[in-house]
C-alpha cells in the first residue's frame, strides 16, 4: 500500500489558520492525495483531493509540492468543529482508501 | 448527510450469533467498500464491491462475507461473533472506485458482542 507519514498531533488556536503536513514521497504519478477527517464515533468526512495542482473548496485548500511528494492541508480559520483525526491518503488506482494512523488535531479556544 | 445510509445504527447481540449489516450507497455510485473500526483502533478495510463483483479483499475474517445486489445495495454478513468483533462498521461508496473519485462514508452501525 501506497504510504503517507504525518504528526501523530497538532494543536491550534481557534480562528487561526491550520497548516497540517504530509510525506509521501513514494507517490506515484496517477495516485491522487486524499484527505479526510473524523469525528469521534463519526464516519470519515471527505475534506479534497487532488493530483498535482493546488485545490481549493469551502473546507479547506491543499498545496501540493512541485514534486508531488509532499502536500499541506489548509484550515484558513479553524474552529472548535474542525477538532478532530485528519487522514492523508494516497488513493491508487482502482483500490480501497488505506487509513493510516492520522493527525489528532486540538483546537484550543 | 453523505448520502451512504447504513442500518441497524447500533445492535447489541451474544457471542456466536449472526448478524447482517446493511448499506445503500449514494444514489449513482456503483462501488461499495466495508471498513471495521474498533476502539481506538484505525479504519481496517475489509472488501471492495463494484457493480456486484468483489474487486478488492482485505483482512475480512473468514466468518464474515458479504455482497452486493443488483440494487446495488450491500450487506455484510457476520458470523460465529466473538467479542473482539465489537466495532463500528463503516459503509461507504464512489462512483466507480477511480483514485480521482471522492468515497463518502455512512455513519457507521455500532456492533456490541456480549
Known amino acids: 500500500d501506497a504510504k503517507t507519514t504525518q504528526p501523530n498531533s497538532m494543536e491550534s488556536n481557534e480562528e487561526e489558520p491550520v497548516h497540517l503536513p504530509c510525506n509521501h514521497s513514494?507517490?506515484?504519478?496517477?495516485?491522487?492525495i486524499h484527505w479526510y477527517r473524523q469525528l469521534p464515533s463519526q464516519g470519515p468526512e471527505y475534506v479534497i483531493h487532488g493530483l498535482t495542482s493546488n485545490v481549493n473548496n469551502r473546507m479547506a485548500s491543499l498545496a501540493i509540492a512541485e514534486d508531488r511528494k509532499s502536500s499541506t492541508l489548509i484550515l484558513h480559520r479553524a474552529t472548535l468543529r474542525d477538532a478532530a483525526v485528519y487522514y492523508c491518503i494516497l488513493h491508487v488506482g482502482n483500490e480501497k482508501l488505506t487509513f493510516g494512523t492520522g493527525t489528532r488535531l486540538t483546537i484550543i479556544p | 448527510d453523505s448520502g451512504v445510509t447504513q442500518t441497524p445504527k447500533h445492535l447489541i447481540t451474544a457471542t456466536g450469533q449472526r448478524v447482517t449489516l446493511r448499506c445503500s450507497p449514494r444514489?449513482?455510485?456503483?462501488?461499495v467498500y466495508w471498513y471495521q473500526q474498533s476502539l481506538d483502533q484505525g479504519l481496517q478495510f475489509l472488501i471492495q464491491?463494484?457493480?456486484?463483483?468483489?474487486?478488492a479483499k482485505g483482512n475480512i475474517l473468514e466468518r464474515f462475507s458479504a455482497q452486493q445486489f443488483p440494487d446495488l445495495h450491500s450487506e455484510l454478513n457476520l458470523s460465529s461473533l466473538e467479542l473482539g468483533d465489537s466495532a463500528l462498521y463503516f459503509c461507504?461508496?464512489?462512483?466507480?472506485?477511480?483514485?480521482?473519485?471522492?468515497?463518502?462514508f455512512g455513519e457507521g452501525s455500532w456492533l456490541t458482542v456480549v
Open positions: 461507504a461508496s464512489s462512483v466507480d472506485g477511480g483514485s480521482g473519485n471522492t468515497i463518502y
Open positions: 513514494t507517490i506515484s504519478g496517477t495516485d491522487y
Open positions: 464491491y463494484y457493480n456486484g463483483e468483489e474487486r
Open positions: 444514489s449513482g455510485d456503483l462501488s
